[in-house]
């Protein structure tokens, strides 16, 4: 059996875990503690912001320490040089806020995936017809849970991913509603909560969604 890409990795972890967890700092520091933090409770496939100091380096030091364990992600890449060179830091995930063609291209041509950003109907079309191994549906928030039931619906084949405004209490229906996983930043990383309870809080609630997601997988019921 032919090994696994980097790309077909990265999908096939993300569809397993249904988690994809963003770190995203202010302020340049060492991400490999909380990169261990979100391993420890069950992720396999995280971003990070590339508005985050010292991102690629970042990316460096993660795959150095992880291997294939812990796939990595860039985020919030706007074009094609940052992706390529995200990729060449080891990311293997790239993922946009919004449609952009030659993101998505750039991507695929250096072997990672893309999942790429989209709202409306007419953007997940776009975006699928461009490539898009997953769509980030942002904000989330605007059309909640069931908006994710409309768009498979018309897209039974997409992959969805909501993002901003997920969380521990909503997680649930983003997925019964026929998400394939939820992201999220704040309700991952948060860190007043961390200065407050330490890293052990983000290895914790990375745990709490893993076993939102797989409950809520147990309980979904056939979209209409």
């Not at 990795?9 to 503690?33: F, S, Y």
């Not at 989209?118 to 605007?142: H, R, Y």
Request: overall charge neutral; glycine content about 8%.
């Amino acid at each position: 059996m032919a090994e696994r890409s980097a790309r077909e990795a990265v999908m096939e972890q993300t569809r397993h875990t249904g988690i994809l967890p963003a770190i995203k700092l202010k302020q340049r520091e060492d991400i490999l503690p909380y990169a261990h933090a979100l391993y420890e409770g069950g992720a396999r496939v995280i971003e990070i912001t590339m508005t985050t100091p010292g991102v690629l380096e970042a990316i460096q030091a993660i795959v150095a320490e992880f291997g294939s364990a812990l796939r990595v992600g860039a985020g919030t890449v706007l074009d094609a040089a940052t992706a390529r060179a995200a990729i060449l830091a080891g990311a293997s995930l790239i993922v946009n806020p919004a449609l952009i063609a030659e993101v998505i291209a750039t991507a695929h041509r250096y072997g990672a995936a893309c999942y790429s950003g989209a709202f409306t109907a007419t953007e997940c079309l776009q975006a699928m017809e461009a490539g898009a191994d997953m769509i980030k549906i942002f904000p989330a928030a605007l059309g909640g849970p069931r908006y994710m039931t409309n768009l498979r619906m018309v897209y039974p084949e997409a992959n969805l991913i909501p993002s901003g405004g997920v969380s521990l209490e909503n997680a649930a229906d983003f997925i019964q509603c026929g998400a394939c996983a939820i992201s999220g930043s704040r309700n991952f990383v948060n860190r007043e909560m961390i200065q407050q309870c330490g890293l052990s809080w983000v290895t914790e609630q990375t745990a709490k969604y893993l076993k939102i997601v797989t409950e809520a997988r147990a309980q979904a019921k056939p979209l209409p």
